[in-house]
C-alpha cells in the first residue's frame, strides 16, 4: 500500500465531526498549554536571538510573533514561536511517541492560519489531523528511534505532523499533500546530543518551519516523490535504523484509532524534561509526609522506567538549560526548595553550592529487572531516600495511562497559562485569549486571536 498516499487521503478527508468532544477538549487544553509556553518563552534569549535573525533576514510580515509585537513570514513566524513553545521544556507529551506535539503542530497551524485568513475551527483541525498523524507515523517506527538512535522524536515526527497540519489548513488535495509530507520527511532532523542547549527548542521550532515550507513549496508547484515515508529509502526504515519497523501499522492504525484519545494529551507541571516528572511527583509526594533536611540526606536512589540517561544527559550541570536534562538537578531543586518552577531553572540557581553537594548523591538506574527494555513500560518511578541515621523513605508514581487530557484539569491548564502569560501580556488580554480558545470551534477568524497573541 502507498503509506504516504494513505496519509494524504486521511488529512484531505478529515472533518471536525471525527473527533468526539473529549478529543477537542484536549486538543484546545493542548493549545492554551502550548500558548502559555510560547509566551513565557518569549522572554528567553534565544528568543532575542532568533527575533534579530528574522529581522536582519526581512520577511513579508504575514504571521505573528508570538509575545514580539511584529509580523514576519508564516515560515519565520513557526521557527520562533515553535522554539519559544519548547524553550522552557514546559510544553506538552504524548505517550506513543514520547514526542512534545503541540510545540511544533501549532507554530505551523497557526502561522498557515493567519497568513490564509482561516478560521480558529480551520486551525484546531489541522492540528488535530497533524497529531493524528505523526502519532500513526511515529507508531510504526523501531524502539531504536525513541532510545538507541540518538533522534530526538519531537523534531522528524513534529516535521511530518506540520506538513500534515498546514496542508489541511490550506486545503491542498491529496496529490500535492503527499508531496507536502514527502518534502517534509526530506526535512526532518532533530539530535539529542544537543539536549541542554537552545538547539533543543531550536528543533521544535524547525520543524515547524519545515511543515509550513513544504506546504507552501507545492501549492506553488514543487515536486517531490509520493512515497517518501514508506519508500525503500524512506522515511520509515531510515529513522528506524534500517530494522524492526513496520510501515503498514499506519495504514491500519490511521482513521482507525483516535490517537488524541488513545495516546492523550499530557501537560507538564514542571518546567524541565519530561523523563524526570514521575520522580518529581514521587518526591514531592514524600515531602507531603514530613520535612526532610537535605543535609541528612546520605543518598537517593531513583529507579526509572528507562534506560538512563535517555533525555537526562547531565548528571552534573553547570547552566540553566542543563539542568533541565538533569534527574539529579532536578530532584536536588525539588528537596532544597520544595518546588520546581520557571525561577529554578536559571544559572545561579543550578550553581548554588547546597544544589551542587547534593547532586553527586542521586543517582539514577532502570527499574531492576527491566533492563532493556522499551521505555515507559513499567510506567512508574520510584525514589528512595536513605537518610545518615539509616532510615530509608520510598515513594513511588505512577503514570497516567488513560484519557484525552492526563494528570492536570482545564483549570490547571488555565492556571499555568495566566502564570506564563503574565510574562508577556496584560492581564486583560490573557483573559480574552483563554476565551477565544475555549470558543476555537465556532469559526471566528484566527486573526484576532493573532493579534492578542502578538502582544
Not at 519497523?245 to 524534561?273: H, M, R, T
Request: aromatic share 6%.
Amino acid at each position: 500500500m502507498n503509506i504516504t498516499q494513505h496519509i494524504a487521503d486521511y488529512i484531505t478527508g478529515a472533518d471536525i465531526e471525527d473527533f468526539p468532544p473529549d478529543a477537542i477538549d484536549a486538543a484546545k487544553g493542548a493549545i492554551t498549554d502550548c500558548l502559555a509556553c510560547m509566551l513565557a518563552g518569549s522572554r528567553e534569549s534565544l528568543s532575542d536571538i532568533l527575533c534579530r535573525y528574522i529581522d536582519g533576514e526581512g520577511a513579508n510580515p504575514a504571521a505573528s510573533v508570538v509575545g514580539r509585537g511584529f509580523r514576519t513570514s508564516a515560515a519565520n513566524a513557526a521557527l520562533v514561536n515553535g522554539a519559544m513553545a519548547h524553550a522552557l521544556d514546559y510544553d506538552d507529551i504524548t505517550q506513543i511517541t514520547k514526542t512534545h506535539p503541540t510545540a511544533v503542530l501549532l507554530p505551523a497551524a497557526l502561522a498557515v492560519a493567519e497568513e490564509y485568513g482561516a478560521s480558529g475551527k480551520d486551525m484546531l483541525l489541522g492540528y488535530m489531523s497533524g497529531f493524528e498523524v505523526s502519532c500513526a507515523v511515529g507508531e510504526a517506527l523501531s524502539e531504536a528511534y525513541y532510545d538507541d538512535l540518538g533522534w530526538h522524536p519531537t523534531g522528524p515526527l513534529g516535521t511530518v505532523g506540520a506538513a500534515a497540519a498546514a496542508s489541511k489548513i490550506m486545503s491542498l488535495d491529496p496529490e500535492q499533500t503527499a508531496m507536502a509530507v514527502s518534502l517534509a520527511a526530506s526535512q526532518a532532523s532533530g539530535l539529542r546530543q544537543n539536549f541542554g542547549t537552545m538547539t533543543k527548542p531550536f528543533h521544535a521550532g524547525d520543524s515547524a518551519r519545515a511543515g509550513v515550507v513544504a506546504a507552501k513549496l507545492v501549492r506553488d508547484g514543487f515536486t517531490a516523490s509520493q512515497d517518501a515515508l514508506e519508500g525503500r529509502f524512506g522515511f520509515i526504515r531510515a529513522f528506524s535504523g534500517g530494522q524492526d519497523f513496520d510501515s503498514e501499522q499506519v495504514a491500519a492504525n490511521l482513521g482507525n484509532k483516535l490517537y488524541l484519545v488513545e495516546s492523550g494529551i499530557e501537560v507538564k507541571k514542571y518546567p524541565c524534561c519530561g523523563s524526570a516528572h514521575l520522580a518529581l511527583d514521587a518526591t514531592f509526594d514524600l515531602l507531603t509526609q514530613g520535612a526532610i533536611d537535605p543535609d541528612a540526606v546520605d543518598r537517593i536512589d531513583v529507579m526509572v522506567d528507562f534506560d538512563p540517561p535517555r533525555s537526562l544527559i547531565h548528571s552534573r550541570p553547570l547552566s540553566s538549560l542543563e539542568g533541565k536534562f538533569s534527574m539529579q538537578y532536578c530532584l536536588a531543586a525539588a528537596l532544597l526548595d520544595r518546588r520546581v518552577g520557571l525561577q529554578s531553572f536559571t544559572d545561579d540557581q543550578v550553581m548554588r553550592p547546597e544544589a551542587q553537594a547534593l547532586i553527586p548523591r542521586i543517582d539514577m538506574r532502570r527499574i531492576p529487572g527491566n533492563e532493556g527494555k522499551p521505555s515507559w513500560d513499567e510506567g512508574y518511578h520510584q525514589v528512595e531516600v536513605q537518610l545518615k541515621d539509616g532510615s530509608i523513605l520510598r515513594q513511588q508514581a505512577h503514570r497516567a495511562n488513560s484519557g484525552a487530557l492526563r494528570g492536570v484539569t482545564m483549570e490547571d491548564i488555565r492556571e499555568k497559562f495566566r502564570d506564563c502569560a503574565s510574562q508577556a501580556l496584560p492581564e486583560a488580554t490573557a483573559t480574552e485569549l483563554l476565551s477565544r480558545v475555549d470558543r476555537l470551534e465556532e469559526g471566528d477568524p484566527v486573526s484576532g486571536l493573532a493579534d492578542l497573541l502578538r502582544g
